[in-house]
């Protein structure tokens, strides 16, 4: 009831209040424009960098890193079918659904919840238009161009992303910031300067993009003249049924008081969150309240249209109960008012293309050059110049929304869903006609009032957006659009004027530092100098090769298009080992493998690794090297130089497969160039962002072991100061195994540190006695070692030689022999070997080895005592010498005569010489068994005689038997 007076007022001024509606409107939208600067590409460099991916695939496959890939035969039919679907796509959010809801909700995400991360991301938008595309291919309500309308644009806005995720981490560095919110530039010098700076870099980087005209010099194009030659785009919307499930439904309430009509403040279709923007919501928000006015709380509908006619009619001839009537009256227009803006949220997707048309194709800013200009005289008249250079994107923009597609017959009819009656907007076209048709040929008849009342609404309405945005603003427009004309002078600190508001700091400082225009020159790859309009000369494009974050999103714009097959077929090739990351699990399904894309699949599958496009260097976990996340551990100790900032604006969670996992970080180096790097560092460093372990592809650690290299052993005993060495081998029989090269160990001897480093590297035991552990592991690029916790080996190191005692006989004589053994003990590795070496054998001076147990004869050894060095080592080296021990040697006649016999066996003695020596040894021998001393003296003494002059002697044997028998005539 208390509604009724208010839609009355917009029924009688409903020419009024559309009016003002589409002036609150162009005043968002413009608003929105101001903001959008966070795209980082702009919208044609978006479209050219993924027309080379388009250019590409034309043939059902695309070159990447040397290699040629195949399209699922679906997506590659769809490109070369749809081709303006995809490049309204590469568009993405900057327009669909619309530039307001794109912006404020695809492109950031929603706000962070309590753990700084957003309820719902970008990566999670992105799963859910390409799984839709995807389910759209078997939906009966599609025709099959349809279909191929729909996938082609779900790639393309896949690929809007791939752009933004290179474009935003080159911006956002020169920007100093990501793009702030816009409450924050009106208040905060340093937050303004960011979003200055944004407009500045996106557009010099717009100007030198090729076929980009950022001259404003009027040149034929299009069968007219125009300061702007830029070459159309071509950019078409998809169905307005995927438009409409994709993004803007929420789902009806069954049944209650609204009787089905009303929308729940909730997903449809497995959206990722309620929220729509400022714009569709309000949309719903003004359903909602148009359904509360007209249905009561008991659920009861207002009069039918046609009842209400007849008592409108019964009024006006016989009376009736005029309250009432204007009540159910308000409550009908207020209910199909409520049908109008639900069937135009059905057909948003015209509004999408009205965003994407009017904003960013160059051939419609012509177009509106053209209409808007065309009673000023020629093409090559200089008020035709002047009217047509003062079009701006607003001016295009709001010329394209009142095309009669957009605004009242046609599409979402905008005019329906702001309140206006069919009649009405029937009217407003008929008196658009009717006055473009007087105004275009008899425009000397068009009553001059009328012409000046539609001239100040036009500036009216211009004046209202332009302060709508200076007060969100704080400073007047005019800064943005000389900012977007000469990017140049702002990038080198020549722009020579005062800037307002809250930027007026840089009035005394540079916005940019002093090599700022340098250094984005060097990456352009230009080295020309700005003209006099600080531009650069008419046909100068930057070089693709050189500027390495527009090259990125080349690449990253074809690995888009592939599927998981073809993705892991790419890095199969680039590392050289099979690549499951994409494609395992799915058994070769294509529709499970279409759907494993590199910018929504992440390591493990969990939730997507894109967090905001809005933000940078989304493929790590932070923003390093530039910025840094305190939060997370190790992120701003990684690079010294990194600036913190808050969680909420990383671009990523650090789960994208090419760069987290262990076995693909490779291959992203490879793939992407770095122009960030800091120091001596290979490309893109990790600054503190380690790989994860990757199960998929590399499911278990190298295989370590030990060896001896150096250093005996004898079963469990070790010799002190042994070297081992570790090694490390891959073992995966489906050869997903790092090369040796990349293959590390670890190791730890005992209590000793941790000893790190490449398979081979050895270590040393120690040189006490005892046990030892030693605990080893193998380790690669997935599987880093922190203690060793794999092998575990158990040596026993034996420093402790043996134990030697003399043994006997201590006393011989020359005709004994004797085994040489005696007493070693070892209480480790045990007796390896031991021998005996003996003074003066054979002769004074010379020394003869005899292993333990061998035999020694007296034969050998001459009269006195013989000193023994006892030699023990053990089963691992440690070795013992005894010096302590001997043997004394005596000799008889009767011993002598046994040593000529053992002369004349070993053939010291000629048989002549033994015959002459034997009658004396035989005297000699005789008298000792008869205890004649005066006998043996006599034949020892001619046995003396016979010695010295005896030919057919061993020389030794002369001189041993000679000191035997001195000897023992001595003691006699």
């Not at 702009?42 to 990447?64: F, I, M, R």
């Not at 195949?70 to 530039?99: C, K, M, N, S, T």
Request: aromatic content about 8%; hydrophobic content about 40%.
């Amino acid at each position: 009831m208390r509604h009724a007076p208010r839609l009355q007022l917009r029924h009688g001024q409903i020419a009024l209040v559309l009016a003002t509606t589409l002036a609150m409107l162009a005043s968002l939208l413009a608003v929105e424009l101001i903001r959008s600067p966070a795209r980082a590409w702009k919208p044609y460099t978006h479209t050219w960098s993924a027309d080379l991916a388009l250019v590409d695939a034309a043939d059902g496959s695309v070159e990447v890193a040397g290699g040629t890939y195949p399209l699922d035969e679906r997506v590659a039919a769809a490109l070369l079918a749809a081709p303006e679907q995809y490049r309204a796509g590469v568009i993405g959010p900057d327009a669909f659904p619309d530039l307001v809801m794109g912006q404020s909700v695809v492109h950031p995400g929603t706000e962070p919840g309590p753990d700084g991360v957003p309820t719902a991301t970008t990566g999670d938008w992105l799963v859910h238009v390409l799984d839709e595309a995807w389910d759209a291919q078997e939906d009966p309500r599609y025709t099959a161009l349809e279909r191929q309308q729909v996938l082609a644009f779900a790639y393309g806005f896949l690929t809007h992303a791939a752009g933004d995720v290179w474009a935003h981490t080159f911006v956002n560095e020169y920007a100093e910031g990501v793009f702030p919110a816009l409450e924050e530039v009106a208040s905060d010098a340093e937050a303004a300067a960011v979003a200055l700076r944004h407009i500045v870099v996106e557009g010099y980087v717009g100007e030198v993009t090729r076929g980009f005209d950022a001259h404003p010099d009027r040149e034929p194009v299009e069968g007219g003249v125009s300061d702007d030659s830029t070459p159309r785009v071509g950019l078409a919307a998809p169905p307005d049924l995927f438009v409409w499930e994709t993004f803007v439904e929420r789902p009806r309430v069954p049944g209650g008081r609204f009787g089905g009509r009303a929308f729940a403040d909730a997903p449809a279709n497995g959206q990722p969150t309620a929220e729509r923007g400022p714009l569709i919501g309000g949309f719903y928000g003004l359903h909602d309240s148009l359904l509360r006015t007209a249905i009561t709380p008991a659920g009861k509908l207002p009069w039918s249209k046609s009842k209400v006619r007849r008592k409108v009619a019964q009024c006006a001839t016989v009376g009736c109960r005029v309250r009432k009537v204007a009540e159910q009256a308000g409550r009908r227009y207020a209910l199909e008012w409520s049908e109008d803006v639900a069937a135009g949220l059905e057909r948003w997707g015209r509004v999408g293309e009205a965003f994407v048309l009017g904003l960013f194709e160059p051939a419609v800013r012509r177009q509106a050059q053209d209409d808007l200009c065309r009673n000023d005289g020629p093409e090559d008249s200089a008020t035709r110049r002047v009217c047509e250079e003062a079009v701006s994107t607003i001016d295009t923009m709001l010329w394209f929304l009142q095309d009669e597609r957009y605004l009242t017959t046609q599409g979402p009819r905008i005019g329906s869903m702001l309140g206006a009656p069919d009649r009405f907007l029937k009217a407003w076209d008929r008196f658009r006609r009717v006055m473009r048709f007087v105004e275009d040929r008899l425009d000397f008849l068009v009553p001059q009032p009328l012409a000046e009342l539609v001239t100040r609404a036009e500036e009216w309405l211009s004046e209202l957006v332009n302060d709508a945005i200076s007060k969100v603003l704080g400073f007047d427009l005019e800064v943005w659009f000389d900012a977007l004309r000469s990017p140049g002078t702002y990038l080198d600190g020549t722009y020579g004027r005062d800037l307002p508001g809250s930027l007026s700091v840089f009035n005394d400082r540079d916005l940019f530092p002093e090599d700022a225009r340098e250094r984005v020159d060097a990456l352009l790859g230009l080295d020309t100098d700005l003209d006099e309009r600080s531009k650069h000369p008419p046909g100068t494009e930057l070089d693709l090769d050189t500027f390495s974050p527009l090259a990125n999103t080349a690449v990253l714009s074809r690995l888009v298009l592939l599927d998981g097959a073809a993705l892991d077929d790419l890095l199969t090739d680039l590392l050289g080992r099979p690549v499951a990351t994409y494609s395992g699990g799915t058994g070769g399904d294509p529709d499970r493998l279409v759907r494993r894309n590199v910018m929504t699949w992440s390591l493990g599958g969990g939730e997507p690794w894109l967090r905001n496009i809005d933000s940078d260097h989304a493929w790590r976990r932070d923003g390093q090297p530039i910025w840094c996340t305190p939060t997370l551990v190790g992120s701003c100790e990684a690079e010294s130089e990194a600036v913190p900032r808050d969680a909420a604006l990383d671009g990523g969670t650090g789960t994208m497969p090419l760069w987290e996992s262990c076995v693909l970080r490779p291959a992203f180096r490879t793939l992407f160039a770095d122009w960030q790097r800091k120091g001596p560092f290979d490309p893109f460093p990790d600054y503190g962002d380690d790989p994860s372990g990757d199960v998929v592809n590399d499911p278990a650690p190298p295989e370590s072991s030990l060896a001896v290299v150096s250093g005996a052993r004898s079963g469990g005993f070790v010799a002190p100061g042994t070297v081992l060495r570790v090694d490390a081998e891959e073992t995966d029989d489906r050869g997903r195994v790092f090369a040796p090269e990349d293959l590390v160990v670890r190791v730890r001897v005992g209590s000793e540190p941790l000893v790190s480093g490449p398979a081979g590297t050895t270590v040393t035991l120690p040189s006490r006695s005892g046990p030892v552990e030693v605990r080893h592991q193998g380790g690669d690029p997935c599987h880093p070692v922190d203690e060793p916790k794999g092998g575990l080996v158990t040596y026993d190191v034996d420093d402790t030689p043996p134990v030697q005692r003399c043994g006997l006989p201590n006393k011989v004589t020359s005709a004994e022999s004797w085994s040489l053994d005696w007493e070693v003990t070892d209480s480790g590795a045990g007796v390896g070997a031991a021998s005996t070496t003996v003074s003066d054998v054979g002769s004074p001076g010379q020394t003869a080895v005899v292993p333990r147990g061998g035999l020694l004869s007296a034969y050998d050894l001459g009269p006195g005592y013989h000193a023994y060095r006892h030699d023990a080592v053990d089963l691992v080296g440690n070795a013992s010498v005894l010096t302590e021990c001997g043997v004394f040697v005596t000799a008889d006649g009767a011993t002598l005569r046994a040593n000529l016999d053992q002369a004349r066996a070993r053939g010291d003695v000629t048989q002549a010489a033994y015959d002459d020596l034997r009658p004396p040894l035989d005297q000699a021998a005789g008298a000792v068994l008869q205890g004649d001393a005066q006998g043996e003296s006599s034949g020892l003494q001619q046995l003396l005689d016979l010695l010295a002059q005896l030919p057919g002697v061993d020389p030794d044997l002369r001189d041993r038997m000679s000191a035997h028998a001195k000897q023992r005539l001595a003691e006699l």
